[in-house]
Nanobody, 115 residues
Framework: QVQLVESGGGLVQAGGSLRLSCAASGSISRIDVLGWYRQTQGKQRESVAT???????TYADSVKGRFTLSRNNAENTIYLQMNNLKPDDTAVYYC?????????WGQGTQVTVSS
Protein backbone atom coordinates (compact mmCIF):
# COMPACT_ATOMS: atom_id res chain seq x y z
CA GLN A 1 0.00 0.00 0.00
CA VAL A 2 1.05 3.56 -0.75
CA GLN A 3 -0.46 6.66 0.82
CA LEU A 4 -0.23 10.04 -0.90
CA VAL A 5 -0.97 13.41 0.67
CA GLU A 6 -1.04 16.54 -1.48
CA SER A 7 -0.77 20.12 -0.32
CA GLY A 8 -0.10 23.55 -1.70
CA GLY A 9 -3.16 24.37 -3.76
CA GLY A 10 -4.97 27.66 -3.55
CA LEU A 11 -6.17 30.74 -5.35
CA VAL A 12 -3.76 32.78 -7.43
CA GLN A 13 -4.00 35.44 -10.09
CA ALA A 14 -3.03 34.73 -13.67
CA GLY A 15 0.73 34.98 -14.05
CA GLY A 16 1.32 33.89 -10.48
CA SER A 17 2.97 30.79 -9.06
CA LEU A 18 2.16 27.91 -6.76
CA ARG A 19 4.07 24.87 -5.58
CA LEU A 20 2.29 21.60 -4.92
CA SER A 21 3.72 18.89 -2.71
CA CYS A 22 2.94 15.19 -2.57
CA ALA A 23 4.27 13.17 0.34
CA ALA A 24 4.36 9.42 -0.14
CA SER A 25 4.42 6.80 2.58
CA GLY A 26 4.02 3.05 2.80
CA SER A 27 5.54 0.70 0.25
CA ILE A 28 7.38 3.45 -1.57
CA SER A 29 10.31 1.28 -2.63
CA ARG A 30 7.99 -0.44 -5.12
CA ILE A 31 6.89 2.75 -6.86
CA ASP A 32 7.79 2.86 -10.56
CA VAL A 33 6.07 6.08 -11.58
CA LEU A 34 5.04 9.20 -9.68
CA GLY A 35 3.12 12.00 -11.21
CA TRP A 36 0.70 14.89 -11.16
CA TYR A 37 -2.67 14.82 -12.88
CA ARG A 38 -5.51 17.30 -13.00
CA GLN A 39 -9.21 17.25 -13.59
CA THR A 40 -11.88 19.86 -14.21
CA GLN A 41 -15.60 19.24 -13.93
CA GLY A 42 -16.98 17.32 -16.88
CA LYS A 43 -13.57 16.43 -18.27
CA GLN A 44 -11.33 13.41 -18.03
CA ARG A 45 -8.39 13.44 -15.69
CA GLU A 46 -5.24 14.34 -17.62
CA SER A 47 -1.55 13.89 -17.03
CA VAL A 48 0.39 17.03 -16.16
CA ALA A 49 3.86 15.73 -15.31
CA THR A 50 5.26 12.32 -14.45
CA UNK A 51 8.60 10.96 -13.34
CA UNK A 52 9.76 7.41 -14.00
CA UNK A 53 12.77 6.24 -12.07
CA UNK A 54 15.17 8.95 -11.03
CA UNK A 55 15.20 11.38 -13.92
CA UNK A 56 12.82 10.54 -16.73
CA UNK A 57 10.27 13.36 -16.58
CA THR A 58 7.45 13.91 -19.04
CA TYR A 59 5.28 17.04 -19.26
CA ALA A 60 2.00 17.77 -20.97
CA ASP A 61 2.47 20.15 -23.90
CA SER A 62 0.20 22.69 -22.22
CA VAL A 63 2.53 23.10 -19.23
CA LYS A 64 5.99 22.74 -20.80
CA GLY A 65 8.21 25.65 -19.89
CA ARG A 66 5.92 26.71 -17.04
CA PHE A 67 5.71 23.72 -14.69
CA THR A 68 8.60 21.80 -13.14
CA LEU A 69 8.38 18.45 -11.40
CA SER A 70 11.06 17.65 -8.86
CA ARG A 71 11.69 14.84 -6.42
CA ASN A 72 13.20 14.71 -2.97
CA ASN A 73 14.02 11.08 -2.25
CA ALA A 74 15.11 11.76 1.32
CA GLU A 75 11.66 13.14 2.12
CA ASN A 76 9.72 10.78 -0.20
CA THR A 77 8.11 13.82 -1.73
CA ILE A 78 7.54 15.15 -5.20
CA TYR A 79 6.81 18.75 -6.03
CA LEU A 80 5.17 20.58 -8.87
CA GLN A 81 6.37 24.14 -9.28
CA MET A 82 3.81 26.00 -11.36
CA ASN A 83 4.79 29.37 -12.82
CA ASN A 84 3.00 31.77 -15.13
CA LEU A 85 -0.30 30.19 -14.22
CA LYS A 86 -3.26 30.63 -16.54
CA PRO A 87 -7.01 30.40 -15.90
CA ASP A 88 -7.01 27.18 -17.96
CA ASP A 89 -4.79 25.63 -15.27
CA THR A 90 -7.71 25.77 -12.83
CA ALA A 91 -8.43 22.21 -11.72
CA VAL A 92 -8.16 19.71 -8.92
CA TYR A 93 -4.61 18.39 -8.98
CA TYR A 94 -3.95 14.79 -7.97
CA CYS A 95 -0.79 12.95 -7.13
CA UNK A 96 -0.49 9.40 -8.44
CA UNK A 97 1.89 6.53 -7.69
CA UNK A 98 2.07 3.42 -9.81
CA UNK A 99 3.80 0.28 -8.63
CA UNK A 100 3.80 -3.34 -9.70
CA UNK A 101 1.15 -4.09 -7.12
CA UNK A 102 -1.12 -1.09 -7.27
CA UNK A 103 -2.22 2.28 -8.60
CA UNK A 104 -2.65 4.91 -5.92
CA TRP A 105 -4.11 8.42 -5.86
CA GLY A 106 -4.06 11.25 -3.38
CA GLN A 107 -7.16 13.13 -2.30
CA GLY A 108 -6.51 16.07 -4.61
CA THR A 109 -5.85 19.75 -4.05
CA GLN A 110 -7.73 22.60 -5.71
CA VAL A 111 -5.86 25.13 -7.81
CA THR A 112 -7.83 28.16 -8.95
CA VAL A 113 -6.34 30.78 -11.26
CA SER A 114 -8.28 34.01 -11.62
CA SER A 115 -8.03 36.21 -14.70
Amino acid sequence: QVQLVESGGGLVQAGGSLRLSCAASGSISRIDVLGWYRQTQGKQRESVATIMGAIRITYADSVKGRFTLSRNNAENTIYLQMNNLKPDDTAVYYCRAVSRVGDYWGQGTQVTVSS
